[in-house]
């Protein structure tokens, strides 16, 4: 099972920048997919998640409005739109899965499944 998240970059404040997250090894059906971020020196927060079937997303509220997550079946990939990237953004953003029945938690234990890590750094 793999999680392979790509996308992320060097760009400047109010940019927008796509990341992707491609799983491979199993099917994911009945399973959330969430995007998280960590930033030197501070924990690893949740920023997103969308249920497999693409119906359900929830974003936390500093992103709200500017990061859309979506994704294509067909290619079994999870995608998270960035839009008015600020600095407080930067961070290495990270894809995971978790069974559905963990829908409610942001805590990412609750996520069995892990991407490498994508970086993305905003400049002002």
């Known amino acids: 099972v793999q999680l392979q998240a790509s996308g992320g970059g060097l760009v400047q404040a109010g940019d927008s920048r796509r990341l992707s997250c491609a799983a491979s090894g199993r099917t994911f059906t009945s399973y959330i997919m969430g995007w998280f971020r960590q930033a030197p020196g501070k924990e690893r927060e949740f920023v997103g998640r969308?249920?497999?079937?693409?119906?359900?997303?929830y974003y936390v509220d500093s992103v709200k409005g500017r990061f859309t997550i979506a994704k294509d079946s067909a290619k079994n990939t999870v995608y998270m739109e960035m839009n008015n990237l600020k600095p407080e953004d930067t961070a290495v953003y990270f894809c995971?899965?978790?069974?559905?029945?963990?829908?409610?938690?942001?805590?990412?234990?609750?996520?069995?499944?892990w991407g490498q890590g994508t970086q993305v750094t905003v400049s002002s």
């Open positions: 995971a899965a978790a069974p559905m029945y963990n829908w409610n938690t942001e805590d990412p234990a609750k996520y069995d499944y």
């Open positions: 969308i249920s497999w079937s693409g119906r359900r997303t």
